[in-house]
């Protein structure tokens, strides 16, 4: 069985760019998470989607968005890219939404993302 | 405030030790997950506690959770230079929100 896909792995850009981010979840997972990993505030849970609808959304500005399409793929954008950005964004499906107990999180290998 | 800390988040062990590391966490959370890091690599799961008292065992690695004290354990006994990663606890809250501890990065000595 196929992992969590991400793509691309690494990705430099400008200041005031914006970037697309993808994640393929594994076959028949419906629940996709975002996280962004930085050395300064480690982990962060960005938003989830499930069924094309996102359901939670962590502490982060409005540039961050992301989508999920109906067969279960997910993006994530960034706009108007500032240089704290730079991170390793992960991306992590599950069965079920987080909240079921028995649904465990499976991380993909992340998307390195520089801005200069 | 929701929190989740970790301690310690650096440390050096000999192989072959015993040592635990410790993830503390404020609010009352109903799941804790143990995930292992390898530099430049994602996070593997290891471990999933969702009671009280339970224990999981896998290889030199255990794992605890006292949801009354709010902690969970990690053990590693006789520690190898394969264990050599970052481990994160994770706590999902209430609201749907999955947080993070800050990880602990383990560097086993030969």
């Known amino acids: 069985k196929a992992g969590v896909t991400q793509t691309p792995r690494y990705l430099i850009k400008t200041r005031g760019q914006q970037v697309t981010l993808s994640c393929s979840p594994i076959s028949g997972h419906r629940s996709v998470s975002w996280y962004q990993q930085t050395p300064g505030q480690g982990l962060q849970f960005l938003f989830e989607y499930f069924s094309e609808t996102q359901r939670n959304k962590g502490n982060f500005p409005g540039r961050f968005s992301g989508r999920q399409f109906s067969n279960s793929r997910s993006e994530m954008n960034v706009s108007t890219l500032e240089l704290g950005d730079s991170a390793l964004y992960l991306c992590a499906s599950s069965l079920d939404v987080i909240r079921r107990r028995n649904s465990p999180l499976h991380f993909g290998n992340g998307t390195r993302l520089t801005v200069t | 405030e929701l929190k989740v800390e970790q301690n310690p988040l650096f440390l050096s062990m000999q192989e072959g030790k015993n040592y635990t590391i410790y993830c503390n966490y404020s609010t009352t959370s109903d799941r804790l997950y143990w995930y292992r890091q390898d530099p430049g690599k994602s996070l593997e799961s290891l471990f999933v506690l969702l009671s009280n008292g339970a224990v999981k065992q896998e290889g030199r690695l255990m794992a605890s959770l006292d949801t009354k004290a709010r902690l969970s354990t990690l053990h590693i006994t006789a520690a190898v230079h394969d264990l050599s990663a970052t481990y994160f606890c994770?706590?999902?809250?209430?609201?749907?929100?999955?947080?993070f501890g800050k990880g602990t990065r383990l560097h086993i000595l030969p």
């Open positions: 994770a706590l999902v809250f209430g609201d749907d929100k999955i947080i």
